[in-house]
């Protein structure tokens, strides 16, 4: 059985900085891609950023661009998200996917995903 369990979440200040860890059970990724996505209170889930294993690659949502980076094992079993200046429009619960083919932007690509952690940003 697949699992992805996310850690690192909490309550900071604008400004402040926190740092996401996902890791993965039952399987690894070392050729596909893992993710991170968030979804704001009330809103719909919207891409964060992607490390594709087998290319080395990754790619950020603009409003991650310069301020979060995406790293992790190269095996695929665990991917980190270093989070900067973060902003009040930061808050949402922060979720880590995973695929063993898809490294896309659109959530329903990715087959397999954590439980989620909360990101509260105060101003």
């Known amino acids: 059985q697949v699992q992805l369990v996310e850690s690192g979440g909490g309550l900071v200040q604008a400004g402040g900085a926190l740092r996401l860890s996902c890791a993965a059970s039952?399987?690894?990724?070392?050729?596909?891609?893992m993710a991170w996505f968030r979804q704001p209170l009330g809103k719909e889930r919207e891409f964060v950023a992607v490390?594709?294993?087998?290319?080395?690659?990754?790619n950020y949502a603009e409003s991650a661009k310069g301020r979060f980076i995406a790293s992790g094992d190269v095996s695929g079993t665990t991917m980190y998200l270093q989070m900067m200046d973060l902003k009040p429009e930061d808050t949402a619960v922060y979720y880590c996917?995973?695929?063993?083919?898809?490294?896309?932007?659109?959530?329903?690509?990715?087959?397999?995903w954590g439980q989620g952690t909360q990101v509260t940003v105060s101003s």
């Open positions: 996917a995973a695929d063993a083919r898809y490294a896309g932007e659109m959530w329903l690509g990715y087959d397999y």
């Open positions: 039952g399987r690894t990724f070392g050729s596909g891609a």
């Open positions: 490390v594709h294993w087998g290319t080395r690659t990754s």
